[in-house]
């Protein structure tokens, strides 16, 4: 198989087989991330996915699902998409979901006739690293995208039937605009209506300019306390039903699962409690001790 750089795959997907499309990230400037800093973006030559796929049919002819990457495999354009769908159906004839996670921009230079057609390919769903829903923390973080595009971009995969996943990067505003963040994110969110709404918590990795600028006192970091209350904020204000999944630094207890609506007080409640009695050096120690994503 030719992995070319760091691989990232979604650990709440079917995580075999996976397939490397492209290398790199298209943007590759978000200021929390240098997950593929030193890598330059390419896509990957077909020959290459071809000889993939002929080891996978060896391997797992009778494979269903497959992990497409790398950080954001849709940005190709439908032209040079659909060859390696087909491809991927021809060699795993069994296969009935392709996943992948993507960036709201890679869906652009798609048609909502097009990504219909992607679908019907295999195309079931796909993880929009969105982060948030506010303008001023979009530009502050350097996301390459507005709420308009999100909002623009999401209709098109409604229209198409293609469900996706929207991320929630809890703390990435840091304190000053903390409150527009969750509530802003709250509201893109429930109008996009996601099936899925994931929540993450920001950590300050080595090499991120965003921690640069912490310890230059231009980031003021949110304290554990904070994060929560900020969370329990994005949750008030959500109103779309999809699933909900916390994850990385944030207690998770009772708080992932289906059926968003139906358990949304008892979620505020166990976020409330945790503000109010949680063990907040535990979870600063959590988040000291990650290394990555």
């Known amino acids: 198989m030719h992995f070319t750089d760091t691989v990232y795959r ?33 896509m990957q030559p077909m020959e290459w996915i071809e000889e993939d796929l002929q080891e996978l049919a060896a391997i797992v002819p009778d494979a269903k699902t497959i992990q497409l990457l790398s950080a954001n495999p849709l940005c190709m354009t439908y032209d040079k998409l659909a060859p390696i769908f087909e491809m991927i159906n021809r060699y795993l004839p069994k296969m009935e979901y392709i996943y992948a996670a993507t960036r709201v921009t890679d869906i652009r230079n798609k048609t909502v006739d097009q990504l219909k057609k992607l679908k019907n390919l295999g195309l079931k769903e796909i993880s929009l690293g969105v982060e948030s829903g506010d303008d001023w923390t979009l530009d502050r973080v350097n996301k390459g995208y507005h709420t308009e595009d999100i909002i623009e971009q999401c209709g098109k995969l409604s229209e198409a039937g293609v469900d996706f996943w929207m991320t929630f990067l809890n703390g990435v505003a840091g304190k000053e605009h903390s409150l527009d963040h969750a509530v802003h994110s709250a509201e893109i969110f429930s109008r996009c209506k996601p099936m899925l709404v994931g929540t993450g918590s920001l950590v300050l990795f080595p090499g991120t300019p965003l921690l640069e600028e912490a310890e230059q006192g231009k980031f003021d970091t949110l304290s554990e306390k904070e994060m929560l209350i900020e969370l329990k904020t994005f949750t008030e204000h959500l109103t779309c039903d999809c699933s909900f999944i916390t994850h990385h630094t944030v207690s998770g207890k009772n708080l992932s699962g289906p059926n968003f609506l139906q358990r949304k007080d008892k979620i505020i409640a166990a976020l409330e409690h945790e503000i109010q009695s949680g063990d907040m050096e535990k979870l600063a120690a959590i988040r000291r001790n990650k290394r990555s994503l």
């Open 10 to 42: 979604n650990p709440y997907w079917p995580t075999f087989p996976l397939l490397q499309i492209t290398q790199g990230c298209t943007h590759n400037r978000c200021k929390f991330c240098t997950m593929y800093r030193n890598v330059d973006f390419r």
